[in-house]
T-cell receptor, first 114, second 114 residues
Framework: AQSVTQLGSHVSVSEGALVLLRCNYS??????LFWYVQYPNQGLQLLLKYTTGATLVKGINGFEAEFKKSETSFHLTKPSALMSVAAEFLC????????????FGTGTRLQVFP | DSGVTQTPKHLITATGQRVTLRCSPR?????VYWYQQSLDQGLQFLIQYYNGEERAKGNILERFSAQQFPDLHSELNLSSLELGDSALYFC?????????????FGPGTRLTVL
């Protein structure tokens, strides 16, 4: 069965530093790939997604992710972290079948320090 | 604001009881998904409906059921509630049932079973 692994349940960076959140998927057939952000006591907001085409995907708020088939990865980056409320970042996949049900990773909590 | 509404926001009930969670999708979205988020299991897919018909099922317990009505709103019914059912329940909607379409999440219903 399809699975998603997010390495690091907590990541802390200094303001202005690079943010790198890791995501690997398990299937041999590349799935659709998504990154969502969840702020405390709120729903999920889509940051970006990869379905087809260019493997470097740009999302909202300066986030990017690159699909690497050879590494079965879809890591999320942001060149310069900004101070903000701590948030949970969730990587998800859906397989290219007749449903878009999402399978989520366990999430990574990002904290940015001054 | 994603355009997906969920009611109620909070629900506190006792073991053995039955509750109904309601979801209204974004205008024009035909597909509705239900997810459960708990501390021990993370975010898990429960069930998907598309234009009134069940499309996909996840690890949804037999005590749980759902439906999508002709006006496209959906209800998730949870019965014989147990302490372990305490969780955040999210509804999401998309235009299409597959193809990598973006799912927009509601703010969630927090269920507490005492």
């Amino acid at each position: 069965a399809q699975s998603v692994t997010q390495l690091g349940s907590h990541v802390s960076v200094s303001e202005g530093a690079l943010v790198l959140l890791r995501c690997n998927y398990s299937s041999s057939v590349p799935p659709y790939l998504f990154w969502y952000v969840q702020y405390p006591n709120q729903g999920l907001q889509l940051l970006l997604k990869y379905t087809t085409g260019a493997t470097l995907v740009k999302g909202i708020n300066g986030f990017e992710a690159e699909f690497k088939k050879s590494e079965t990865s879809f890591h999320l980056t942001k060149p310069s972290a900004l101070m903000s409320v701590a948030a949970e970042f969730l990587c998800a996949v859906s397989d290219r079948a007749n449903t878009d049900k999402l399978i989520f990773g366990t999430g990574t909590r990002l904290q940015v320090f001054p | 604001d994603s355009g997906v509404t969920q009611t109620p926001k909070h629900l506190i009930t006792a073991t053995g009881q039955r509750v109904t969670l309601r979801c209204s999708p974004r205008s024009g979205d035909l597909s509705v998904y239900w997810y459960q988020q708990s501390l021990d299991q993370g975010l898990q897919f429960l069930i998907q409906y598309y234009n009134g018909e069940e499309r996909a099922k996840g690890n949804i317990l037999e005590r749980f059921s759902a439906q999508q009505f002709p006006d496209l709103h959906s209800e998730l019914n949870l019965s014989s509630l147990e302490l372990g059912d305490s969780a955040l329940y999210f509804c999401a909607s998309s235009v299409q049932p597959a193809g990598g379409d973006t799912q927009y999440f509601g703010p969630g219903t927090r269920l507490t079973v005492l």
